[in-house]
């Protein structure tokens, strides 16, 4: 059974910064490019950062570009998100994706 | 990026009979691969989206024959041939074809 688990939510003052984790297994995940989606009540889903299998290859959305940052260890079968400089607009629910499988999301709030 | 538009924003089904949802891009989901990136997901009552349909027409895993999938280019279609109670939730269509993924605005389905 795939498993995408994500962890590092919490309250944040805008400004600073928060990291975000998704722990992977039921899958080959070094084969697979990963990504971190968004959701909030307002916007719906909004795509945020992608990265290959290899790590050779990282994508964000225009709204994040420069704040955030992608990354993975595939020897601990892990996806990562570095989020410096939170806004408002960040607040959402963020999920760890595989193109087929989503976590259950980790919660960010941004407010000071 | 490729905006995706959904229609209509909200379904009320009675059990048993069947439902539709469009989804129109703005540019061709054709890859030159051959492949047309163009997925659902049924994100229900507090759960994380599930895959429904990817590229197009194939069910994935799990998935009722009562979902099926359809179109072409630029216009799909999600079909339900029997909604049952189990069916609630928001549907989403999602691209692939070029980053930024794009999702549709999401289509509540209720049951009456």
């Known amino acids: 059974e795939v498993q995408l688990v994500e962890s590092g939510g919490g309250l944040v003052q805008p400004g600073r910064s928060l990291r975000l984790s998704c722990v992977a297994s039921?899958?080959?995940?070094?084969?697979?490019?990963m990504h971190w989606v968004r959701q909030t009540p307002g916007k719906g889903l909004e795509w945020v950062a992608g990265?290959?299998?290899?790590?050779?290859?990282?994508a964000y959305a225009d709204s994040v570009k420069g704040r955030f940052t992608i990354s993975r260890d595939n020897a601990r079968n892990s996806l990562y998100l570095q989020m410096n400089g939170l806004r408002v607009e960040d607040m959402a629910l963020y999920f760890c994706v595989n193109g087929r499988d989503w976590g259950r999301g980790t919660l960010v709030t941004v407010s000071s | 990026e490729i905006v995706m538009t959904q229609s209509p924003l909200s379904l009320s089904v009675t059990p048993g009979q069947p439902a539709s949802i469009s989804c129109k891009s703005t540019?061709?989901?054709?890859?030159?691969?051959?492949?047309?990136?163009l997925y659902w997901y049924l994100q229900k009552p507090g759960q994380s989206p599930q895959l429904l349909i990817h590229?197009?027409?194939n069910r994935f895993s799990g998935v009722p024959d009562r979902f099926s999938g359809s179109g072409s280019g630029t216009d799909f279609t999600l079909k339900i041939s029997r909604v049952e109670a189990e069916d609630v939730g928001v549907y989403y269509c999602?691209?692939?074809?070029?980053?930024?993924?794009?999702f549709g605005q999401g289509t509540k389905v209720e049951i009456k």
């Open positions: 540019q061709s989901l054709l890859q030159s691969d051959g492949e047309t990136y």
């Open positions: 999602m691209q692939s074809k070029e980053l930024p993924w794009t």
């Open positions: 590229e197009v027409a």
């Open positions: 990265i290959s299998a290899k790590s050779d290859y990282a």
């Open positions: 039921g899958f080959a995940f070094q084969d697979h490019g």
